[in-house]
């Protein structure tokens, strides 16, 4: 079995983003899913995030992974704000479009009920 580790878009902080905290999480959390078509906030040691990365890179998307554990300045303040907006505390959370899809069991039942797939296309993320 192969195993990629790096096929997607991961989101690095950079040298001056990461030298102070994000000072509004959440504009920060909307530009980057208004900036990319398919954004995954995961954490880098967590199954159910890795599967939802295979699942778009499967498909042929290439999603842009912003990985909270690897981000020690800004990366809790991110998760607080996703579970502000989630209601919960539950990675991955994925956005399509600009719009908030949800966790793994919202964007599986999408994907099993033929509704993620219209959804990328609208968002750019697939052509075919």
């Not at 989101?11 to 905290?21: G, Q």
């Amino acid at each position: 079995m192969h195993y990629q580790t790096e096929s997607w878009n991961s989101h690095k902080p950079t040298k001056s983003s990461s030298s102070s905290v994000i000072t509004d999480p959440l504009a920060h959390i909307e530009r980057l899913a208004s900036d990319n078509a398919v954004v995954i906030f995961s954490m880098s040691t967590c199954c159910m995030c890795h599967a939802i990365k295979r699942l778009f890179c499967g498909m042929g998307v290439n999603p842009t992974v912003y990985e909270l554990d690897e981000d020690p300045i800004s990366g809790k303040e991110i998760e607080k704000a996703l579970i502000l907006l989630m209601g919960v505390s539950s990675v991955p959370v994925v956005f399509i479009g600009g719009k908030l899809v949800g966790a793994m069991d919202t964007v599986l039942a999408s994907h099993i009920n033929g509704t993620l797939v219209p959804l990328l296309k609208q968002a750019g993320a697939l052509w075919l």
